[in-house]
Every structure is written in structure tokens, then in C-alpha cells.
């Protein structure tokens, strides 16, 4: 059974920090790895998706890597801003359906 | 291009009541899956539907839970004499193919409060 992990719970920096948000599953055997925001009361906002047979994606300020043997993915903020501020989701892809992890919320303090 | 719809957006009902929530996928979208959200927890995998069928709905709950995605119209989750662990968010989500390798499109979720 898969089980996705996100540590810490809740992070909260100073404007301009780099961030590095980390997710570890425990099966290896997925099709993909996607990280979402998800603002207070809001649906959730795909940031990167990432196939199985890739390494890393990025947009914008955001990087993410996926390691599939290790069982872990890290997303990489750079320069964070107060817009930032959210729950970070990460979920991992099966032939039909999303494990997810509970989520990291992160405050970004102007 | 619409996203996802989900109605109603928030919905109370009294312990013992029926909820019916409502998705209508993104166009060109013929998969449709259920998460639920209970505080302080991540999302869980519900249901995945596609059009008159059911093909995995290993996270519903045995009893009082039931979803259906028919011909025509939106995609129904409809829960049965509502208690107040069913209090949640409920997000619907959509993709054109199976989630093997497709961004699944997620709604902006219902709330529902039992009282």
C-alpha cells in the first residue's frame, strides 16, 4: 500500500529564502509524481507533474525532482514571496488514482 | 474551456439528511474521480468513474456512499443519512485518459458541514 509523507507540516520564512519542500513514498513503482497548491478554501492548482521515467521539471521559480529509488521528490522554491503562501501538496500517481501526502503549509512573512 | 464544476460549494445538512454534490468534467473529459478531504487529513481516493460505469470505487465508504456518472449530465456523489464524521471537503477531478500519465484537473471542491 502506498503511503506518501511530507515533513515538516508547516513551514513558515522570511520573504526571498530558496525553499526546498520535501515528499517520500514508500512504493516505487508509480506513473508519476505531481506537487499542488491549494489555497485556504480552494480547490487544488497542479504546479509539475512529473512522469516516471523523468528526473525533474521546472516552471518558473518552481524545480522539482523525483527519485524514484530513494521514494523521494523535493520541490524547490527560489526567491519566495508572500504569494506563496499555501498548502503544498504532494501526490503520487497510480495506474488510476493519486496517494497524496498531508501537506506542508508554508508561510512566506513579507 | 471551463474547469471543473462542482455545485453546490457549500452545503449544511442536519445528521440524517441526504447530500448530493455535483461535478461536471472539464470538456473532452470522459474520467472523472472523487477525493475527500476530512480536517487535518490529506485527500483520499473515493471513486473513479467513467460515463455509466464504475471502475474502481475501493475508497468508498460500504455503507450510505454511492456515485454515478451517467450518460448525460454531471457526475453525482450522494451520501445517505449524514453523520458528522461525513463532514469534509469534497473535490471532484477530471482527465481525458486514465491518470497514468495526464495533469488530473481537480474542481474547486464542495463543503460539506453535518449539524
Known amino acids: 500500500k502506498q503511503e506518501v509523507t511530507q515533513i515538516p507540516a508547516a513551514l513558515s520564512v522570511p520573504e526571498g529564502e530558496n525553499l526546498v519542500l520535501n515528499c517520500s513514498f514508500t512504493?516505487?513503482?508509480?506513473?508519476?509524481l505531481q506537487w499542488f497548491r491549494q489555497d485556504p478554501g480552494k480547490g487544488l492548482t497542479s504546479l509539475l507533474l512529473?512522469?516516471?521515467?523523468?528526473r525533474e521539471q521546472t516552471s518558473g521559480r518552481l524545480n522539482a525532482s523525483l527519485d524514484k529509488s530513494s521514494g523521494r521528490s523535493t520541490l524547490y522554491i527560489a526567491a519566495s514571496q508572500p504569494g506563496d503562501s499555501a498548502t503544498y501538496l504532494c501526490?503520487?500517481?497510480?495506474?488510476?488514482?493519486?496517494?497524496f501526502g498531508k501537506g506542508m503549509k508554508l508561510t512566506v512573512n513579507p | 474551456n471551463a474547469g471543473v464544476m462542482q455545485n453546490p460549494r457549500h452545503l449544511v445538512r442536519r445528521r440524517g439528511q441526504e447530500a448530493r454534490l455535483r461535478c461536471s468534467p472539464m470538456k473532452g473529459h470522459s474520467h472523472v474521480y472523487w477525493y475527500r478531504q476530512l480536517p487535518e487529513e490529506g485527500l483520499k481516493f473515493m471513486v473513479y468513474?467513467?460515463?455509466?460505469?464504475?471502475?474502481?470505487e475501493s475508497g468508498m465508504p460500504k455503507e450510505r456512499f454511492s456515485a454515478e456518472f451517467p450518460k448525460e449530465g454531471p457526475s453525482i456523489l450522494r451520501i445517505q443519512q449524514v453523520v458528522r464524521g461525513d463532514s469534509a471537503a469534497y473535490f471532484c477531478?477530471?482527465?481525458?485518459?486514465?491518470?497514468?500519465?495526464?495533469?488530473?484537473?481537480f474542481g474547486e471542491g464542495s463543503w460539506l458541514t453535518v449539524v
Open positions: 512529473i512522469q516516471s521515467s523523468q
Open positions: 512504493d516505487s513503482a508509480i506513473y508519476n
Open positions: 468513474l467513467q460515463k455509466e460505469n464504475i471502475i474502481d
Open positions: 477531478a477530471s482527465s481525458p485518459l486514465e491518470n497514468s500519465g495526464n495533469t488530473i484537473y
Open positions: 501526490a503520487v500517481g497510480g495506474s488510476e488514482k493519486l496517494v
